[in-house]
């Protein structure tokens, strides 16, 4: 079993920040990409950031210069720093990963359960 927890989200005012933290356990291998992605009421579903293992980052448009994602390979976790925020950044917040429970199994699609960031203007 894998389990994604994410942590850090709240409430905050608009032009402040937020660091949101998830950790994946369980039984793992090894992971390929970890990733943000953010679904306000109404709207679908929008992917805010990826980090691959090597630490190749990209981001969406709608946080590119404002969000940083990093991961801690070790303790298979991923980190989104989010700074400026604005009203429409509000949503909850997912993390997402690709990764493998064993060395002969294949890649696997994980989902966290969410965390609501709300930002107040």
């Known amino acids: 079993q894998v389990q994604l927890v994410e942590s850090g989200g709240g409430l905050v005012q608009a032009g402040g920040s937020l660091r949101l933290s998830c950790a994946a356990s369980?039984?793992?291998?090894?992971?390929?990409?970890m990733a943000w992605y953010r679904q306000a009421p109404g709207k679908q579903r929008e992917l805010v950031a990826t980090i691959t293992a090597s630490g190749t980052t990209t981001y969406g448009d709608s946080v590119k210069g404002r969000s940083t994602i990093s991961r801690d390979n070790a303790k298979n976790t991923v980190y989104l720093q989010m700074t400026s925020l604005k009203p429409e950044d509000t949503a909850v917040y997912y993390c997402?990963?690709?990764?493998?429970?064993?060395?002969?199994?294949?890649?696997?699609?994980?989902w966290g359960q969410g965390t609501q960031v709300t930002v107040s203007s």
């Open positions: 369980g039984r793992i291998f090894s992971i390929s990409y």
């Open positions: 997402n990963t690709n990764l493998r429970r064993t060395l002969v199994a294949g890649y696997s699609e994980y």
